[in-house]
């Protein structure tokens, strides 16, 4: 089946603590995207990407590292310099057409102790 | 200044009634796209419908059909028959054209849609 997959479902977090999610596409998108979500909110863009090793920072890049080695990945790290980073992490996929659909991931909650 | 406003925080509806969720947008891009989607309470983000600046007829797809009015700048999701699955929160989101190829959805705060037996 295509799809979006993210892993792990549940992470839990020192402070101090570096941690990267993992995503993975078999769609054939060329463009894919992290998106964090905290409570009662909106989604807020982090990093995306539209080709193979080349990615632009989102709204809320601080604190937060990215790759792009591979079409079908895009891991996100989680650095200790995120000063917040408790929240619900999504990764979407899409073609580079405007009117391509985003589709999404089941997404990350992460925790930090 | 926000790009996509969804005014409703919460909203009730009677099983198989319909039901409209607000949306109105900013851009001063003549070319653009409207989604819609929905997020269960395990937290998927589901997608429902799109309509595009320049089609001139409101997208449907079964149940889910948007109210596009151009000159207002909204694009309203209707749910008609409601079910009690349809209980979630609803995002719309825009995307604008870019030079460089696509670009990332931005997103409203959502609306949620709690359907009452």
């Known amino acids: 089946d295509g799809g979006i997959t993210q892993s792990p479902k549940y992470l839990f977090r020192k402070e101090g603590q570096n941690v990267t999610l993992s995503c993975e596409q078999n769609l054939n998108h060329d463009a894919m995207y992290w998106y964090r979500q905290d409570p009662g909110q909106g989604l807020r863009l982090i990093y995306y990407s539209q080709i193979v090793n080349d990615f632009q920072k989102g709204d809320i890049a601080e604190g937060y590292s990215v790759s792009r080695e591979k079409k079908e990945s895009f891991p996100l790290t989680v650095t200790s310099a995120q000063k917040n980073p408790t929240a619900f992490y999504l990764c979407?996929?899409?073609?580079?057409?405007?009117?391509?659909?985003?589709?999404f991931g089941p997404g990350t909650r992460l925790t930090v102790l | 200044a926000q790009k996509i406003t969804q005014t409703q925080p919460g909203m009730f509806v009677q099983e198989k009634e319909a039901v409209t969720l607000d949306c109105t947008y900013d851009t001063s891009d003549p070319s653009y796209g409207l989604f819609w989607y929905k997020q269960p309470s395990s937290g998927e983000m589901i997608f429902l419908i799109y309509q595009g600046s320049y089609d001139q007829q409101n997208a449907t797809e079964g149940r889910y059909s948007l109210n596009f009015q151009k000159a207002r700048k909204s694009a309203n999701l209707v749910i008609s028959a409601s079910q009690l699955g349809d209980s979630a929160m609803y995002f719309c989101a825009m995307r604008e054209p870019h030079f460089s190829g696509n670009t990332p959805l931005v997103f409203g705060k959502g609306t949620r849609l709690s359907v009452i037996a």
């Open positions: 979407a996929s899409s073609g580079l057409a405007g009117s391509d659909t985003q589709y």
